[in-house]
């Protein structure tokens, strides 16, 4: 069954790129029909999980016959568990003959033949009714032309190739513009090497992780020392570098700067600029490196002022998000779920416990936003193919603060938070799981997740998010909902929020694009997602999702990339002084669909 992509040989496309640039440069009457080349060029090298399961929901919301959208979905999930299968029958196969399972592997075999006998089914009767699913299903490459008829007025998108450099052949990055009735390619000279240094120093103002960690190697690219750990102590905020920052703008955009003047845009990353939020980049000199006060950050000439930013998976998912993507057909406006019942350090978190506990959206007093330094995970080094250690879940700090997110979203939509929250007892994958498969979960427009994000690796193999732990773990419930198990969800959301950490990216600098646990939600049935970039702080989390939710409600029309960027101005301008800077502010990114009226 050949229904996986393996990717194509980047180093090839980055050659073919990087000579035409050169041959484009001595012939200027080519460059135009060479730049659109380049551009379809560069997105065959884009290829992404998260644009397969974007495309994969476009295409089953494609069909409006409900009959022909679950034979889709049903093949989707055939395809995906005869991968599963694949895997596991190659490594029993590499087993010695002692560790073999060959009643096991009999049935592992027998599954496989019926999922290629069940497929070879649908596939007949999708060539008969839907004969256009194949290439719906896969994404390829998009012309200029077709681009520009999806786009907004006001709308530009914009497409980067990262390229690592080989002597005598420089690393460079190309970066093509595409707006409703214009064209730009452009060559940067911040390649590969160069982006890897400048978003990792970036993020060193950014991430406290950053600097726990060591992994970016902070001090050598600042310069400066700094105690993460005594930061909830007095210590100063982090060095974010503006001149940096600034430096970093004018590679990317400066000579395109005309063309994106006034617009939302549609950004496609690629290699490091997947691991930041295009929203701190600053636009015009800052009077100085680093901002001496508070009010200092105020002042600064944020790329957030100018432009609402929505990041896309490839090129194609603009197509599969607005041709085939139909709009929710969902009745409810939201549904949350939140404050896992965990119990954190015995010495520290008995009080978090305990308010987590007693938190009602009802009660008089409760409402208020508990105070809460950023949300640690304690981490391990797990085993593939297990269970969650609920032990291990139970001890992770407890989220009382997200209960107050989701009362004040209850607030805002003027909803009854005992029907559309799920918090404490009822944040439970077995909860989530029993809403999807009766069908409430598909109900609704917007789903959110406030919890504690999880990178691959830390607690699981696979990225995920913790919820309230069982007594004992299942393979229905072990208080993990990882990727694998959000993917078969159910849903028909046009927003999913994840008021968590780290759920945008890999985690590492240099990683892909989008994590597997938004690649899990895109083929769940979600349009866009809200998700996070490093560790955030509860409070100012609680204000960003909030007001961006109130904007939207207020006037859809502006789009969810638009309500989040007034989200984040009206916390830098009117929230406390503290919240102006970066790393409070600018977490969150949303991807898929952002735009105006859409």
Known sequence: ???????????????????????????????????????????????????????????????????????????????????????????????TPDKRDRTAEAANTDRMAA?????????KR??????????????????????????GADEALVLFLDTPGTKPIPEETFIWVVTPTDM?????????????????????????EAWISGGLGCP????????????????????????????????????????????????????????????????????????????????????????????????SSLRALRDFAKASRASEPFVGFGNPLLDGDPKSGGARAKLAREFDCGKTGTRKTPTSDRRDLQATSPES????DVALIRHQNPLPETAALLCQVAETLAIDPAIHMHLGTEATETRVK??????????????????????????????????????????????????????????????????????AAGGVVGGKALSGLARAFFYAGARSLLVSHWAVYAPPTVRLTTKAIAEFKADPRIG????????????ITSGNDIDAHPTFWAPFVVVGEGGAGQ
Request: glycine share 6%; net charge negative; hydrophobic share 45%.
């Open 115 to 123: 999922i290629d006998l069940r497929v070879g089914e649908i596939d």
């Open 126 to 151: 999708l060539a008969a009714d839907f004969p256009n699913f194949a290439s719906l299903a896969s994404p390829t490459p998009l012309p200029t032309e077709d681009v520009q008829t999806r786009l």
């Open 560 to 571: 969810r990339a638009e309500a989040m960027r007034r989200s984040m101005l009206a916390l």
């Open 385 to 388: 193919g297990t269970l969650a």
């Open 434 to 503: 029993q809403l999807s498969a009766d069908g409430t979960l598909a109900k609704y427009r917007i789903v959110a997740f406030a919890t504690h994000g999880v990178l691959a690796g830390q607690i699981s193999p696979e990225p995920g998010l913790i919820l309230t732990p069982p007594d004992n773990a299942t393979n229905i419930d072990d208080g993990f909902l990882s990727a694998s198990e959000i993917a078969p969800l159910r849903l028909d959301a046009d927003w999913v929020i994840l008021a968590a950490c780290n759920t």
């Open 1 to 95: 069954m050949a229904n996986s992509d393996s990717g194509h040989p980047k180093p090839q496309f980055w050659a073919l790129v990087k000579a035409v640039n050169q041959i484009a440069g001595q012939d200027p009457t080519a460059a135009v029909s060479l730049s659109r080349e380049t551009f379809q060029t560069a997105q065959w090298a884009q290829h992404s999980e998260a644009a397969q399961s974007l495309a994969q929901m476009a295409a089953r919301s494609a069909t409006t016959d409900p009959g022909l959208a679950t034979l889709v979905r049903e093949r989707q999930d055939l395809v995906a568990e005869w991968q599963t299968r694949d895997v596991k029958r190659n490594i029993a196969v590499a087993q």
């Open 220 to 315: 050598n690219l600042l310069k400066v020392g700094y105690s993460a750990i005594g930061q909830a102590f007095g210590a100063p905020l982090l060095p974010f570098d503006l001149t940096r920052a600034h430096a970093l703008y004018r590679a990317l955009f400066g000579q395109v700067e005309d063309l994106i003047k006034d617009k939302q845009l549609l950004v496609v990353p690629s290699g490091p600029l997947a691991q930041l939020p295009f929203d701190v980049l600053v636009t015009e000199p800052p009077k100085a490196a680093r901002a001496t006060s508070l009010a200092d950050y105020r002042d600064v000439a944020w790329f957030v002022r100018k432009h609402a930013v929505t990041v896309l998976p490839a090129v």
């Open 184 to 208: 730009r390619w452009v060559r940067s000279e911040f390649g590969t090497a160069a982006l890897t240094r400048e978003v990792a120093a970036l993020r060193c103002g950014l991430d406290f």
